[in-house]
Structure formats: C-alpha cells, structure tokens
C-alpha cells in the first residue's frame, strides 16, 4: 500500500505499529514518528482510523480492550464494506494507478 508520496518512514512499519500507537505503548519518539507519518499520509490515515474504530468497537461490545481476531476481521470487513459504498457513492470517481 502506498499513497505515491515519499516518507521518512516507511508506510508498513508505520500500520505495523499502529497498535502500539493507539495503545500508548510506543516510545515518545517512535510516536511522533508515527504522528508525522499520519499527518501527511492519507492512506495511512485511513487504516489508522480503521483499526480505532475496530477498538472502540470492541471495547463496547464486551468490555476489554482484547479483541478476539474472529470479531475483530468481522468488524473490520464491515468498516471496509461501508467504505467501498460511500466510495461508490461519492461524485469523484477513483483512479487506480
Ligand atoms: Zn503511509
Ligand atoms: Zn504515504
């Protein structure tokens, strides 16, 4: 996966530590790392809105901040499944290069 744009950090060690970084666990300089990356980086963005969404999810639906990976992949081809159809829905259509 790639945006197209050049970065300082990689766009796969930046979604590989995506979950440290929503859990805090990251080290204060990888997370500015990874906070730069996000800020110019939509695609990453995107997925990195994703897997928050997947967390509040599960935390809502049974309390823990552990999500098992069955719920977890069905939460996640839901989210990716409205995304297709509000991409489907938007006037731009999207070139793929
Ligand atoms: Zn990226
Ligand atoms: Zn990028």
Redesign the pocket.
Known sequence: ???G?P?E????S??DRVYEYIDHEMAEDDCATVKR??D??????A?FGLEQAVKALVHRSCGCDTAPEQLRSKVLSKIRQVQQDLAADSAEPVQSS
């Open positions: 996966m790639s945006c744009h970065h950090t990689d766009c796969s930046v979604l990356h996000l110019e980086c939509a695609p990453c963005l997925e």
